[in-house]
Protein backbone atom coordinates (compact mmCIF):
# COMPACT_ATOMS: atom_id res chain seq x y z
CA UNK A 1 0.00 0.00 0.00
CA UNK A 2 1.55 3.08 -0.82
CA UNK A 3 0.83 6.32 1.40
CA UNK A 4 1.29 10.18 -0.13
CA UNK A 5 1.48 12.16 3.02
CA UNK A 6 1.28 16.43 2.07
CA UNK A 7 2.56 19.10 4.01
CA UNK A 8 3.75 22.59 3.50
CA UNK A 9 0.68 24.77 2.61
CA UNK A 10 -0.01 28.27 4.50
CA UNK A 11 -0.36 31.96 3.83
CA UNK A 12 1.31 34.08 1.79
CA UNK A 13 1.11 37.66 0.18
CA UNK A 14 0.92 37.82 -3.73
CA UNK A 15 4.44 37.93 -5.03
CA UNK A 16 5.66 35.11 -2.54
CA UNK A 17 6.80 31.93 -2.35
CA UNK A 18 5.99 28.64 -0.76
CA UNK A 19 7.16 25.12 -1.04
CA UNK A 20 4.99 22.24 -0.89
CA UNK A 21 6.33 18.57 -0.11
CA UNK A 22 5.00 15.07 -0.44
CA UNK A 23 6.76 12.44 0.77
CA UNK A 24 5.37 8.87 -0.46
CA UNK A 25 6.13 4.97 0.60
CA UNK A 26 6.52 2.30 -2.34
CA UNK A 27 7.35 2.23 -5.69
CA UNK A 28 5.37 4.94 -8.19
CA UNK A 29 6.51 5.51 -11.64
CA UNK A 30 5.54 9.56 -11.32
CA UNK A 31 4.41 12.22 -9.15
CA UNK A 32 1.76 14.97 -9.41
CA UNK A 33 0.33 17.83 -8.24
CA UNK A 34 -3.25 19.27 -8.58
CA UNK A 35 -5.68 22.11 -7.08
CA UNK A 36 -8.61 22.73 -6.40
CA UNK A 37 -10.39 25.90 -5.46
CA UNK A 38 -13.94 26.54 -4.01
CA UNK A 39 -16.57 26.18 -6.78
CA UNK A 40 -14.39 24.66 -9.64
CA UNK A 41 -13.00 21.20 -10.57
CA UNK A 42 -9.12 19.84 -9.81
CA UNK A 43 -7.01 21.21 -12.48
CA UNK A 44 -3.84 19.99 -12.90
CA UNK A 45 -0.45 21.71 -11.82
CA UNK A 46 2.88 19.67 -12.63
CA UNK A 47 4.04 15.94 -12.98
CA UNK A 48 7.34 14.42 -13.08
CA UNK A 49 8.32 10.65 -13.60
CA UNK A 50 11.36 9.97 -11.19
CA UNK A 51 13.35 8.64 -13.63
CA UNK A 52 13.31 11.44 -15.82
CA UNK A 53 14.43 15.14 -15.35
CA UNK A 54 11.78 16.39 -17.63
CA UNK A 55 8.69 17.95 -15.89
CA UNK A 56 4.97 18.87 -17.28
CA UNK A 57 3.57 21.85 -15.94
CA UNK A 58 0.29 23.55 -16.47
CA UNK A 59 0.55 26.63 -18.46
CA UNK A 60 -0.71 28.95 -15.75
CA UNK A 61 2.16 28.04 -13.44
CA UNK A 62 4.75 27.89 -16.06
CA UNK A 63 7.85 29.81 -15.08
CA UNK A 64 6.55 30.14 -11.73
CA UNK A 65 6.29 26.52 -10.09
CA UNK A 66 9.11 24.10 -10.61
CA UNK A 67 8.81 20.32 -9.79
CA UNK A 68 11.49 18.36 -8.50
CA UNK A 69 12.19 15.52 -6.21
CA UNK A 70 14.85 13.86 -3.79
CA UNK A 71 15.39 10.31 -4.66
CA UNK A 72 16.75 9.07 -1.35
CA UNK A 73 13.92 10.70 0.67
CA UNK A 74 10.99 9.30 -1.72
CA UNK A 75 9.93 13.41 -2.02
CA UNK A 76 8.27 15.59 -4.54
CA UNK A 77 8.73 19.25 -3.65
CA UNK A 78 6.55 21.96 -5.74
CA UNK A 79 8.52 25.28 -5.41
CA UNK A 80 5.86 28.23 -6.17
CA UNK A 81 7.33 31.49 -6.77
CA UNK A 82 5.68 34.50 -7.84
CA UNK A 83 2.38 33.37 -6.13
CA UNK A 84 -1.25 35.13 -7.12
CA UNK A 85 -4.23 35.19 -5.72
CA UNK A 86 -5.60 32.87 -8.11
CA UNK A 87 -3.23 30.04 -6.88
CA UNK A 88 -5.35 30.02 -4.34
CA UNK A 89 -6.52 26.43 -3.52
CA UNK A 90 -6.19 22.87 -1.92
CA UNK A 91 -3.31 21.50 -3.48
CA UNK A 92 -2.99 17.60 -3.54
CA UNK A 93 -0.46 15.41 -4.51
CA UNK A 94 -0.64 12.35 -6.34
CA UNK A 95 1.34 8.90 -7.26
CA UNK A 96 0.76 6.91 -9.96
CA UNK A 97 2.01 3.26 -10.00
CA UNK A 98 1.59 3.13 -13.82
CA UNK A 99 3.63 3.93 -16.85
CA UNK A 100 2.09 6.35 -18.88
CA UNK A 101 4.22 8.89 -21.05
CA UNK A 102 2.20 11.96 -20.08
CA UNK A 103 0.14 12.73 -16.38
CA UNK A 104 -2.28 15.38 -16.89
CA UNK A 105 -5.58 13.33 -16.18
CA UNK A 106 -6.34 12.68 -12.25
CA UNK A 107 -7.53 8.87 -13.78
CA UNK A 108 -3.58 8.25 -14.36
CA UNK A 109 -2.90 8.38 -10.60
CA UNK A 110 -3.77 5.42 -8.11
CA UNK A 111 -3.14 7.56 -4.59
CA UNK A 112 -3.49 10.88 -3.09
CA UNK A 113 -2.63 13.23 -0.33
CA UNK A 114 -5.16 14.38 1.99
CA UNK A 115 -4.79 18.11 0.57
CA UNK A 116 -3.20 21.34 1.75
CA UNK A 117 -4.67 24.73 1.98
CA UNK A 118 -2.43 27.42 -0.15
CA UNK A 119 -4.21 30.81 0.18
CA UNK A 120 -2.37 33.71 -1.51
CA UNK A 121 -3.51 37.25 -0.15
CA UNK A 122 -3.62 39.98 -2.84
Known amino acids: QVQVVESGGGLVQAGGSLRLSCAVS?????MGWFRQAPGKEREFVAA????????SYADSVKGRFTIFGDDSHNTMYLQMNSLKPEDTAVYYC??????????????????WGQGTQVTVSS
Open 94 to 111: AASTRNYVFYYEPNKYDY
Open 26 to 30: GRTFA
Open 48 to 55: RRWSSSTS
